[in-house]
């Protein structure tokens, strides 16, 4: 069976995160279908605006289908010059602005970047202060400043830690800190005792042996660190841990970092920093 080729376009005035975020999401309900995806940010004049319609074009008639076109474009100067393309659009702002307008009795502000600028300033530097914190609390690091995370994810090297911690800090700011499980631990069936103190804060990340094991090998091929057994080994000696001490985990196999944050947060009824909240 031959894939059906398209090209997804997302197109702002500003980063195009929101359209690309949202764009992404519909379509990844949709199979059978090879996406060459672009995200084009800054389009606020019509010069722009122009060059963006010849490639949608060309993109259209190269594929031999109608390019869909994901946008957040304000202005509507320019949102008419895209319109004109070989292409289907769908305008976020078209489609959901004049039902809140009519419900809230007011029109909308028309102004780029609000959803990702730092006008929210305290939202803002939470989210700042937040990835400082993560940063700093990386892979053990600063041990005696635990007592200050919101959360303290723990497990074996290349278990998610810290792409996680990240993520709970960029998305929600939640200061995350991060402890790892090695081998010499693996002596006695004991929290680490810089762990004790805030053994309620800890959670734990687990992955199958397998998993683990191809992780390892992208990093140190053949190696004993990356080996079958280890990685067993070590996995065996964590989940031990976890349910001896009553400390809550995730198996993360298969699961993307958003949604591990998102089931970190609620398993553990932390709320997200930002924007007031």
């Not at 004049?98 to 419900?103: D, G």
């Not at 028309?110 to 993560?134: C, D, E, P, T, W």
Request: with cysteine.
């Amino acid at each position: 069976m031959v894939r059906q080729k398209r090209t997804a376009f997302y197109l702002s005035d500003r980063t195009a995160i929101t359209a690309e975020t949202l764009g992404h999401s519909l379509l990844s309900q949709f199979d059978g279908i090879t996406w060459d995806r672009i995200n084009i940010p800054f389009i606020d004049n019509v010069t722009k605006a122009q060059a963006v319609l010849k490639r949608i074009n060309q993109a259209s008639e190269q594929d031999g289908h109608r390019a869909l076109v994901f946008s957040t474009l304000l202005k509507p100067e320019v949102l008419a010059l895209i319109k004109q393309a070989n292409c289907q659009v769908f305008d976020y702002f078209e489609t959901f602005i004049p039902a809140i307008e009519e419900e809230l009795r007011q029109p909308f502000a028309r102004m780029a970047g609000r959803s990702h600028g730092v006008q929210h300033h305290l939202s803002y530097f939470r989210r700042i202060n937040a990835i400082n914190f993560v940063l700093a609390h990386d892979d053990g690091v600063n041990p005696k400043y635990l007592d200050e995370a919101d959360i303290i994810l723990v497990g074996v090297s290349r278990s998610g830690k810290t792409p996680t911690c990240l993520y709970l800090g960029l998305q929600y700011g939640i200061a995350a800190a991060n402890y790892p499980l090695t081998p010499d631990d693996m002596d006695t069936l004991q929290v680490p005792a810089t762990l004790i103190p805030v053994q309620d804060k800890l959670f734990g990340l687990t992955l199958t042996p397998e998993q683990l094991h191809l992780i390892r090998q992208e990093r140190q091929p053949n190696s004993h660190y990356a080996s079958r057994a280890q990685c067993e080994n070590e996995i065996q000696w964590q989940e031990a841990l976890f349910h001896r001490f009553n400390i809550p985990f995730l198996d993360t196999t298969g699961i993307s970092i958003e949604e591990i944050s998102t089931i970190i947060l609620d398993r553990c009824a932390l709320k997200r920093k930002l924007y007031g909240a």
